[in-house]
């Protein structure tokens, strides 16, 4: 080492995730990037005066974790309001909406579950009579469809019936009258439009006391997969020290032009210290519980027979072109169908297209479809804990919508490990909570329809946060492990990820965050 390290981490149990190296005591970082790893003997050669130096206490240090799906900026918008995500039946939500606050005369709420409703369609008159005059606007937890009442559409002077470019509705009755259930963004986008919006100061508040949390649980990045707010993320970063870093993968929406895609590709790049710009975002498919999942054959209720893309092959061209431009490319793909589509296309990219594409969420994927990740070099990018929407019993929407077969094709983790492909993990906040322990032990024990299926090893899921993360992600090389070189972003538990229990990781202290060699979290 040429120069004193600004940072030295010791008396730390370190789990490197370096082939070269797993395990050491002490590290020591310098200018963001990790500069020696070593044992207690080699700090004192190492100390410099200016030199911080934190003492673990026989802490467990990792690579810091990733959050591999995520939205920390773009959900200040999607989780305001009431939270409703503790409701678990029709009284219990009309109960919530009854006490719920204002936000300029609106009631807005998010996290609604479709179980809530209890098999009946999503109807505004399930509790028109409890909100009175008040417009409303309730999100549903899958952030893909929401119900509004007949005030707030009136706002949004939405009388019937809408055409989108997009796979998208206004869901009407027999006689045409908006049932005040919203399916997909261009249909929530009507009314989202007139509702109010949290100020500028407001925002910038909420997204630093955000991200400052999500350092607490033990991220130490997240790739956003929408655009999230340059301005605002911009001002934050120059002001102070974000907590996370952010990858941002601003959406290609059906409908795309020329200048549009050429827009996206010059959008590559752009950022500041700890966020940038770097890849896209599509949609092949909505949600199960939506109806909007591209399934091979229609769920119980004869829906998912269509993308979200209304021509696919408009996507196949949109990836081709982006992916010859040398941009990255992630697919919200939930259905077989979808995900089947996402690996054609791919297919179709021939030489260079390995490790440059991934699928998002996979929900329910056949056999047949699990070995061509790995063939192809298409990262999957799952989210253990939206298993917990789910029951075991099969009586859930999600599961009665799949039926028994697929059903039992959920959340294939543990399958996709074996046959070799790249497993990223994440959260989907707002979806699911952020808490980054609990990404790592649903890895392990997955709930509800999933949970007959084996989960990960202690060891895949802290992967899946960390190497198989910066697999996904294109930066391997720098981040992932502990090494020399690598980037300075670590984590330190109160026990080992990987050994603890699962259920008493969840609660584990989080020690130290670090993230480009800044201490971003101290925990007791």
């Given at each position: 080492?040429?120069?004193?390290?600004?940072?030295?981490?010791?008396?730390?149990?370190?789990?490197?995730?370096?082939?070269?190296?797993?395990?050491?005591?002490?590290?020591?970082?310098?200018?963001?990037?990790?500069?020696?790893?070593?044992?207690?003997?080699?700090?004192?050669?190492?100390?410099?005066?200016?030199?911080?130096?934190?003492?673990?206490?026989?802490?467990?240090?990792?690579?810091?974790?990733?959050?591999?799906?995520?939205?920390?900026?773009?959900?200040?918008?999607?989780?305001?309001?009431?939270?409703?995500?503790?409701?678990?039946?029709?009284a219990?939500?009309?109960?919530?909406?009854?006490?719920?606050?204002?936000?300029?005369?609106?009631?807005?709420?998010?996290?609604?579950?479709?179980?809530?409703?209890?098999?009946?369609?999503?109807?505004?008159?399930?509790?028109?009579?409890?909100?009175?005059?008040?417009?409303a606007?309730?999100?549903?937890?899958?952030?893909?469809?929401?119900?509004?009442?007949?005030?707030?559409?009136a706002?949004?002077?939405?009388?019937g019936?809408?055409?989108?470019?997009?796979r998208?509705?206004?869901?009407?009755?027999?006689?045409g009258?908006?049932?005040?259930?919203?399916?997909?963004h261009?249909?929530?986008?009507?009314?989202?439009?007139?509702?109010?919006?949290?100020?500028?100061?407001?925002?910038?508040?909420?997204?630093?006391?955000?991200?400052?949390?999500m350092?607490?649980?033990?991220?130490?990045?997240?790739?956003?997969?929408?655009?999230?707010?340059?301005?605002?993320?911009?001002?934050?970063?120059?002001?102070?020290?974000?907590?996370?870093?952010?990858?941002?993968?601003?959406?290609?929406?059906?409908?795309?032009?020329?200048?549009?895609?050429?827009?996206?590709?010059?959008?590559?790049?752009?950022g500041?210290?700890?966020?940038?710009?770097?890849?896209?975002?599509?949609?092949?498919?909505?949600?199960?519980e939506?109806?909007?999942?591209w399934?091979e054959?229609?769920?119980?209720?004869?829906?998912?027979?269509?993308?979200?893309?209304?021509?696919?092959?408009?996507?196949?061209?949109?990836?081709?072109?982006?992916h010859?431009?040398?941009?990255?490319?992630?697919?919200?793909?939930?259905?077989?169908?979808?995900?089947?589509?996402?690996?054609?296309?791919v297919?179709?990219?021939?030489?260079?297209?390995?490790?440059?594409?991934?699928?998002?969420?996979?929900?329910?994927?056949?056999?047949?479809?699990?070995?061509?990740?790995?063939?192809?070099?298409?990262?999957?990018?799952?989210?253990?804990?939206?298993?917990?929407?789910?029951?075991?019993?099969?009586?859930?929407?999600?599961?009665?919508?799949?039926?028994?077969?697929?059903?039992?094709?959920?959340?294939?983790?543990?399958?996709?490990?074996?046959?070799?492909?790249?497993?990223?993990?994440?959260?989907?906040?707002?979806?699911a909570?952020?808490?980054?322990?609990?990404v790592?032990?649903?890895?392990r024990?997955?709930?509800?329809?999933?949970?007959?299926?084996?989960?990960?090893?202690?060891?895949?899921?802290?992967?899946?946060?960390?190497?198989?993360?910066?697999?996904?992600?294109?930066?391997?090389?720098?981040?992932?492990?502990?090494?020399?070189?690598?980037?300075?972003?670590?984590?330190?538990?109160?026990?080992?990820?990987?050994?603890?229990?699962?259920?008493e990781?969840?609660?584990?202290?989080?020690?130290?965050?670090?993230?480009?060699?800044y201490?971003?979290?101290?925990?007791?």
């Open positions: 080492m040429t120069a004193a390290p600004d940072l030295v981490l010791t008396g730390a149990r370190v789990r490197t995730l370096d082939p070269a190296r797993p395990f050491a005591t002490a590290v020591a970082v310098r200018d963001g990037v990790i500069a020696a790893v070593g044992d207690e003997g080699d700090v004192p050669g190492w100390r410099g005066p200016g030199t911080e130096v934190v003492a673990l206490d026989g802490a467990h240090l990792v690579p810091g974790l990733v959050d591999a799906h995520s939205h920390p900026v773009w959900g200040l918008d999607m989780a305001t309001g009431t939270d409703l995500s503790g409701v678990t039946d029709l219990g939500l009309r109960a919530a909406l009854a006490g719920a606050g204002r936000v300029d005369g609106w009631v807005i709420g998010y996290g609604l579950d479709h179980n809530a409703f209890e098999g009946r369609p999503v109807h505004h008159d399930l509790v028109a009579d409890v909100l009175g005059d008040a417009p606007f309730l999100r549903l937890y899958d952030g893909h469809s929401a119900l509004v009442t007949g005030p707030a559409l706002a949004a002077e939405v009388a019936p809408r055409v989108f470019a997009q998208a509705q206004v869901v009407c009755d027999g006689a009258r908006p049932t005040g259930h919203l399916v997909e261009a249909a929530m986008e009507l009314v989202e439009r007139v509702m109010p919006r949290p100020s500028y100061a407001a925002r910038r508040a909420r997204l630093v006391e955000l991200l400052g949390a350092a607490a649980t033990g991220l130490t990045g997240a790739h956003v997969m929408d655009a999230g707010d340059a301005e605002l993320v911009g001002a934050v970063a120059r002001e102070t020290v974000l907590p996370l870093r952010l990858r941002f993968a601003p959406w290609c929406m059906p409908g795309v032009d020329e200048a549009g895609l050429a827009e996206l590709v010059a959008a590559q790049g752009r500041g210290r700890h966020w940038v710009v770097d890849g896209v975002k599509f949609f092949m498919d909505g949600t199960v939506g109806g909007t999942a399934l054959h229609a769920d119980c209720h004869g829906q998912g027979t269509a993308a979200f893309w209304p021509d696919p092959q408009a996507y196949a061209a949109a990836v081709r072109a982006l010859a431009a040398g941009v990255r490319t992630a697919t919200h793909a939930i259905g077989d169908a979808a995900v089947r589509h996402v690996l054609d296309v297919a179709g990219l021939g030489e260079g297209a390995a490790g440059r594409h991934r699928v998002e969420h996979i929900e329910t994927a056949p056999d047949d479809l699990l070995p061509r990740f790995a063939e192809l070099g298409v990262a999957a990018s799952m989210q253990p804990p939206h298993t917990a929407y789910t029951r075991a019993d099969g009586t859930d929407e999600w599961s009665r919508r799949l039926g028994a077969d697929r059903a039992a094709h959920a959340w294939r983790l543990r399958d996709l490990r074996d046959a070799g492909a790249t497993v990223a993990l994440g959260s989907d906040w707002p979806i909570h952020y808490d980054v322990r609990t790592l032990a649903t890895a024990a997955p709930r509800g329809a999933a949970s007959a299926r084996s989960g990960l090893t202690g060891l895949e899921a802290l992967e899946g946060c960390t190497s198989h993360a910066a697999r996904a992600a294109g930066e391997a090389e720098v981040a992932g492990r502990i090494a020399p070189g690598y980037r300075a972003d670590l984590t330190a538990f109160a026990v080992d990820p990987v050994s603890a229990p699962a259920d990781l969840t609660e584990a202290p989080v020690r130290v965050t670090v993230t480009g060699g201490v971003v979290h101290r925990g007791e």
